[in-house]
């Protein structure tokens, strides 16, 4: 029976390549996006469920009529502003939150009595959550994602898995194609690999992880950064 993948983030980077691998091995996919419309050349039809991370009253809302049993969610959605604590307004530290922490965490409240036995939670945390960064509200976002991780994982087991990813430099994906003129290269060098990684290595890592073979792991973040940030 194929399983069914509850997917945020798919239309850019590392979600969309995830959506590519799910669709090689005929996952039965259900999309959330903010606007249906944006889908409309992405290869992804139906089963798709309409949802906008940055107003967190809607959640429920979003989910309420949600009829399926769920085998794996992954959340890929994720807003990165750039800014220190003393540029960003009160409004953009809520909304980053709103978006990077509190809409997963309400989305994973409306699916709690949809999910499988065995079923898995992967949300995508970030190096940045490890060692901090210029962008400390969006440091901090991901290092909340973090600690919610192993929180979850206690709850939901024995029955769901929760794992987390944090990657470091991922190219293609609006993240790296925002850095200005010479600032990517700077960021590379700083890889012990000399090399970002590509948004199909944590596609693959998380096709794993949402398998069999992957039932011994829980609570983990895995670092997935060339050896950027070792701890």
Known sequence: MKKNILISGVTSGMGLAFVKLLKEREYNIFPIVRNKNILK???????????????????????????????????FAGILPGKSIFEQ?????????????????????????????????????????????????????????????????????????????????????????????????????KVPLKCAGQPEDIGELILFLISKHAKFITGSMIDVNGGQYLR
Request: hydrophobic letters at 40%; charged letters at 25%.
């Open 41 to 75: 050349n992405i290869f992804i039809e139906g089963n798709i469920i309409e949802c906008d991370f940055s107003k967190p009253e809607a959640i429920e809302k979003a989910f309420h009529g949600l009829n399926i049993r769920i085998d794996a969610f992954v959340n």
């Open 89 to 189: 307004s009160n409004s953009g530290i809520q909304e980053l939150f709103n978006v990077n922490i509190i809409s997963p965490m309400l989305i994973i409240k409306s699916i709690k009595d949809k999910l499988n036995k065995d079923a898995v939670i992967i949300l995508l945390g970030s190096i940045s959550g490890h060692k901090g960064s210029f962008d400390d509200p969006y440091s901090a976002s991901k290092g909340a994602v973090q600690s919610l991780v192993k929180s979850l994982s206690l709850k939901f087991a024995p029955d769901v898995r929760v794992v987390g990813v944090a990657p470091g430099i991922i190219d293609n994906t609006r993240m790296t194609d925002d850095l200005i003129d010479g600032l990517y290269e700077r960021n590379i060098q």
